[in-house]
């Protein structure tokens, strides 16, 4: 802001100024009465006298559709208070006062005028200067603020897409964790047994007659009779790997057709209840 250049026309301009404030508070007084109601409304033209003028010396801008409506303010101000002093006059029956009285504050704001004038520096921005760069200024905080705004969508997307990956991952390690766990409780796997071998017997020679006359029988092995298991051992090796009595029934007789089905039946059973502690299925 560029400071304002000093003029001699302030000395005049203050000391009218200090005269017409003089004066209207006497003539406002002495119209009114010496009451609080005469002074109260004294002071107040003078407070509104003194005030436009200093807004005036500022440069303070103030806009209705495109106006400054300060300078019509301030002529507001000066005709109210010229209409009091020369309604005094009237009072008083003075035409010396009538007319006086309101020439003191035209002078003194026709003289501001003129120093207002003297004192602004030409290079200084115009009134349609300072209101363009008002509206692009206005405009550069309107973008300022969609941006700040744009940024806080983001960083709110952001953070929901952060949270969402945050509980699949939590997801995944359950169910891992869950996995793992049910792979430590499954049961141990047993392999299945194979169809036992034919038994062998060794080989038969010829056949010598006795003393009685009769063929002498080929003597059995004894490897025969002690690798053959019983229903029983078949019933409790094959209820461990089948998961119901009817599957392990028709495994056991598949190995063994001559066997009786009810039997190998009841001795599924039985393995089955020594398997789960007597739970029958």
């Not at 806080?152 to 169910?175: H, K, Q």
Request: proline share 9%; with cysteine; net charge neutral.
């Amino acid at each position: 802001m560029r400071i304002p250049i000093p003029t001699p026309l302030l000395v005049p301009a203050v000391a009218l100024s200090g005269a017409s404030l003089a004066w209207t508070t006497w003539s406002l007084v002495d119209l009114l009465g010496a009451g609080h109601i005469g002074v109260t409304v004294a002071a107040g033209a003078d407070i509104i006298w003194a005030s436009v003028i200093l807004a005036e010396a500022r440069g303070l801008t103030i806009r209705v559709k495109k106006v400054n409506i300060v300078p019509a303010i301030g002529w507001a101000a000066l005709i109210l208070v010229g209409a009091l002093l020369a309604w005094h006059g009237i009072e008083r029956n003075s035409r010396a006062m009538a007319v006086a009285g309101p020439f003191l504050p035209l002078g003194a704001k026709v003289v501001w005028l003129l120093a207002i004038a003297d004192m602004r520096d030409p290079a200084a921005l115009r009134d349609v200067d300072r209101a363009q760069l008002a509206d692009e200024e206005r405009a550069m905080r309107v973008d300022e603020a969609r941006h700040r705004h744009e940024l806080r969508r983001r960083e709110m997307a952001a953070e929901r897409l952060l949270a969402d990956v945050s509980v699949d991952f939590e997801i995944e390690l359950a169910r891992q964790e869950k996995g793992r766990e049910l792979a430590r409780r499954a049961p141990i796997a047993i392999a299945p047994i194979t169809p036992e071998q034919p038994p062998i017997t060794l080989p038969s020679t010829t056949e010598q007659p006795t003393a009685s006359g009769r063929p002498e029988q080929p003597p059995t092995s004894p490897i025969t009779d002690r690798e053959q298991p019983s229903i029983a051992d078949l019933a409790r090796e094959h209820v461990a790997i089948h998961p119901t009595n009817p599957a392990a029934t028709n495994a056991i007789c598949a190995l063994r057709p001559d066997a009786d089905r009810p039997s190998v039946g009841a001795a599924v059973r039985r393995a089955r209840r020594e398997l789960d502690g007597g739970t029958y299925r």
